[in-house]
């Protein structure tokens, strides 16, 4: 395999990367969008379902970062909102749950993200994060299956409470044409 194609199977494999991201990333967007306001901040739910949204971003937000060290949290950033594991801890607990609209907001910023940042990273390198023993290339795929669990969590609650079925976006079709 000679430069080009080597240059050239790393572009497609990017354009991929940001297909599969902004398609994950849509379907929680319908998750948010779908969400009956009752089940916005339901007590019911250990983690709430904005948390559980917020979550998912904050992590796809982070790990496209090149290392935790370039890391700049949304202006909106609250610090107990990123950990599910924290919701119970008082010390640290989120008062106010975000909106949807603010959800939305940082949804659109992390799109953002996946656009300007994929093409830059170095996929055969490490993955930046010391709990994340493996490559670059891998942390793409392990940070958009992430998005999938949390989205696919948020899509058995509004089946379960309102019957609502969101669509499955197989990949980011404006994206690619």
Not at 3 to 14: A, D, F, H, I, R
Not at 20 to 40: D, F, H, I, N, R
Not at 96 to 110: D, G, K, S
Not at 117 to 136: A, C, Q, R, T
Request: negative net charge; charged residues 20%; aromatic residues 12%.
């Amino acid at each position: 395999m000679n430069l080009t194609e080597v240059l050239k199977s790393q572009l497609n494999l990017n354009e991929v990367i940001k297909s599969q991201y902004l398609a994950a990333l849509e379907m929680l967007k319908q998750a948010v969008t779908q969400c009956p306001a009752e089940m916005w901040d339901d007590a019911a739910y250990e983690n709430r379902f904005w948390h559980v949204a917020y979550h998912a971003l904050f992590y796809v937000h982070l790990y496209l970062q090149p290392t935790e060290a370039d890391f700049v949290p949304w202006e909106k950033h609250k610090k107990a909102a990123s950990s599910l594991s924290t919701w119970g801890d008082k010390e640290t607990a989120v008062n106010t749950p975000y909106t949807p609209a603010e959800v939305l907001e940082y949804l659109a910023l992390v799109q953002q993200v996946v656009l300007s940042i994929v093409d830059k990273l170095d996929m055969h390198g490490e993955s930046g994060f010391s709990w994340l023993p493996f490559n670059k290339l891998e942390l793409q795929f392990y940070n958009i299956r992430h998005i999938q669990h949390h989205a696919g969590e948020l899509y058995e609650r509004l089946n379960t409470h309102e019957g609502t079925e969101v669509d499955w976006v197989g990949l980011w079709p404006d994206y690619l044409r």
